[in-house]
């Protein structure tokens, strides 16, 4: 399985960003989706799940201007980021995998680079 995520890019402050992660293979619909994020020099940072029956979880920094999705017809995982801040500067990584396993198994994406100006 390979995760492909896009939709990142520069955003003023305020701003609103759509990421996307397409997943190959037929297990999409039967795992967990999470998003995360890396900022320079931090660590790996979960910002939202949604289970295979869109049961959804989100960071406290990002409730309510962050909404996680699925299309399971698709295969595919996507982050709608209203509100931006500068401290959403990150790359934002996909990964998929079943629910209550830990985050060193499942899949990854290659990440996408978000970066919001002040």
């Known amino acids: 399985v390979q995760l492909q995520a896009s939709g990142g890019g520069l955003v003023q402050t305020g701003g609103s960003l759509r990421l996307s992660c397409a997943a190959s293979g037929s297990i999409f619909s039967i795992n967990a989706a999470y998003w995360y994020r890396q900022a320079p020099g931090e660590q790996r940072e979960l910002v939202a799940r949604i289970t295979r029956n869109r049961s959804t979880l989100y960071a406290d920094s990002v409730k309510g201007r962050f909404t996680i999705s699925r299309d399971n017809a698709k295969n595919t995982m996507f982050l709608q980021m209203n509100s931006l801040k500068p401290e959403d500067t990150a790359v934002y990584y996909c990964?998929?995998?079943?629910?209550?396993?830990?985050?060193?198994?499942?899949?990854w994406g290659q990440g996408t680079l978000v970066t919001v100006s002040s």
């Open positions: 990964n998929l995998r079943r629910l209550g396993s830990p985050p060193t198994v499942g899949y």
